[in-house]
């Protein structure tokens, strides 16, 4: 009895495959080639204002507007001494004035957003949906939108151009909205078992948040105080219009300041942009192994 032919075993041919595999290697090498070339842009274009920022500041203005991108040959301190001698103390009065915007802020969004999060957690999950979908809004919508109404709110309670105004703004806007979901994906990693044993034991719901809650959501806290420390340190819009230029400013609206209406000391300017960057940075240093070890944490929970 004699197999068909269409039963018959195929065999590859090797130097077809070998052909047809090196496409698709060389494919895959210019692909890596380019993701790396990407990514060398991408830092690039992030890292090169700090590189300007710090060059510049110690260079003098004919240096500066000669070549902006030339390191500082010979270095000068004059830039800071300037900054920080300045009649209206721009860095003096900035540097207090954000400090205590943000202390403030994130002092008061901290146990605000763990405790919401700690009682709705314990909501029916249709209800947690909806919130959340609720306070989505606090990080979709643009805060310029929001900005009028919400100047017109503490013109009623007579709260603008103050810094209590300032700070219930940044309070009730989308940076309790980020704290409330970064502690609400936390609290799902609690087991209810430790809640349901303090409440057999006696305790309360305050005591429970307090001393059981608060203390698994270290990782959490330290996450959201750095980003919003930044946040809050960084912004630009809310102190402009709702402290006013006249009444006092931030750091950031004090840079906006120091530049001239026709002309513009950029070597000056270059060393109060150095000198408001100093605090943020140190702070990120030191307390970067809390915040790495809160988005870890976050990641396998």
């Known amino acids: 009895m004699i197999a068909s032919t269409s039963q018959r075993p195929t065999t590859k041919n090797p130097r077809t495959d070998t052909s047809a595999a090196a496409p698709r290697a060389n494919r895959r090498v210019w692909a890596s080639k380019g993701y790396l070339l990407a990514a060398a842009l991408l830092t690039l274009a992030f890292v090169s204002p700090i590189y300007l920022t710090i060059v510049n500041a110690f260079k003098s203005q004919d240096q500066i507007v000669r070549n902006p991108a030339a390191p500082p040959a010979p270095p000068t301190l004059h830039n800071l001494t300037d900054a920080l001698s300045r009649p209206d103390r721009i860095i003096q009065i900035g540097l207090t004035n954000s400090a205590v915007t943000v202390i403030a802020s994130v002092l008061l969004i901290i146990p605000l957003g763990a405790a919401f999060s700690f009682w709705l957690s314990r909501r029916p999950a249709r209800f947690r949906r ?12 643009p805060p310029a939108v929001l900005l009028l109404p919400t100047i017109r709110i503490l013109t009623i309670l007579h709260l603008d151009h103050t810094y209590p105004g300032l700070i219930l703004s940044n309070v009730g806007g989308g940076y309790l909205s980020f704290a409330v979901f970064v502690y609400s994906g936390f609290l799902r990693s609690v087991p209810a078992e430790i809640i349901e044993a303090a409440t057999v034991d006696g305790a309360g719901t305050l ?3 307090w001393t059981i809650i608060m203390p698994l959501l270290r990782p959490a806290t330290a996450t ?12 630009f819009m809310n102190p402009q219009f709702i402290l006013g230029p006249l009444h006092g400013q931030t750091v950031t609206t004090g840079l906006y300041l120091s530049v001239g209406q026709y002309s513009t000391n950029y070597a000056q300017l270059f060393g109060v942009m150095f000198l408001a960057a100093v605090i943020p940075v140190a702070g990120y240093l030191t307390l970067q192994k809390q915040f790495i070890a809160g988005l870890t944490s976050g990641a396998t929970k």
């Not at 909806?130 to 919508?141: D, H, K, N, P, T």
């Not at 959201?224 to 912004?235: E, K, M, P, Q, Y």
């Open 207 to 209: 005591r429970i948040w």
């Open 130 to 141: 909806i919130v959340l979908a609720c306070f989505s809004a606090g990080l979709m919508i």
């Open 224 to 235: 959201v105080a750095i980003f919003l420390s930044l946040w809050i340190w960084n912004d």
